[in-house]
């Protein structure tokens, strides 16, 4: 089965401090992408960042990065100097390619909030 | 347009009308997507639309479920005999080909809610 957890239902940070965000995922496929959305109450999804499998750097976005760890199926989500406009239900997802097909899978979300 | 745009945003329909939702996405984009959100969990992918090819429907929960995208632009996702559990938040995203590359623009969903 092709799962995304995310066990960390939700969050609070102080502004202008660091926070992860976890997320752990199941598949068996060996190429994949992997990917961090944020839902603000808009309700729009907004990528924030991205990460192909097979690349082992870091992807880095401003002051989003993550920490691939592929071995360990994890794929942790960091926001430094945090700001009130990152409160948001943030969601990690992962991308099956099949058949000329392609599909998100997506963890049930993390709600962060930022505190002034 | 600028963006994908979702009408109408919010539905509210009586147990066993039919509901039709719009999704106009970004111009030139040639993959379109559907996806439900229920009340406190992630989203579910529906169907996937990719230029002329034929849908991957495969996330279609039941019949009572069609979507169709004319032209290659505009789609829109028809419930038929809407049950309480199709209560949710129904988005829209379309992307340039594949969304592996660059990810997809989301619309801002259409909440429906059945009573």
């Known amino acids: 089965a092709q799962t995304v957890t995310q066990s960390q239902p939700e969050m609070s940070v102080q502004e202008a401090e660091t926070v992860t965000l976890s997320c752990t995922y199941d598949t068996s496929e060996s190429n994949y992408y992997l990917f961090w959305y944020k839902q603000p109450p808009s309700r729009q999804m907004i990528l924030v960042i991205r990460q192909e499998a097979y690349k082992q750097q870091n992807a880095t976005e401003n002051r989003f990065s993550v920490n691939f760890q592929k071995a360990a199926k994890s794929f942790s989500l960091k926001i430094s100097d945090s700001q009130l406009g990152d409160t948001a239900m943030y969601f990690c997802?992962?991308?099956?390619?099949?058949?000329?097909?392609?599909?998100?899978?997506f963890g049930k979300g993390t709600k962060l909030t930022v505190n002034p | 347009g600028a963006g994908v745009s979702q009408s109408p945003s919010n539905k509210v329909t009586e147990k066993g009308k039919d509901v039709e939702l719009r999704c106009d996405p970004i111009?030139?984009?040639?993959?379109l997507y559907w996806y439900r959100q229920s009340l406190g969990q992630g989203l579910e992918f529906l169907i996937y639309?990719?230029?002329?090819?034929?849908?991957?429907k495969s996330g279609l929960p039941s019949d009572r479920f069609s979507a169709e995208r004319t032209g290659g632009s505009v789609s829109t996702l028809t419930i038929q005999r809407t049950q309480q559990e199709d209560s949710a938040v129904y988005l829209c995203?379309?992307?340039?080909?594949?969304?592996?590359?660059?990810?997809?623009?989301f619309g801002s969903g259409t909440r429906l809610t059945v009573v």
């Open positions: 997802a992962f991308m099956i390619t099949q058949g000329g097909s392609e599909k998100l899978v």
């Open positions: 111009s030139g984009h040639t993959a």
């Open positions: 995203a379309s992307s340039l080909q594949f969304g592996r590359y660059s990810g997809y623009t």
């Open positions: 639309f990719q230029g002329n090819s034929a849908p991957d």
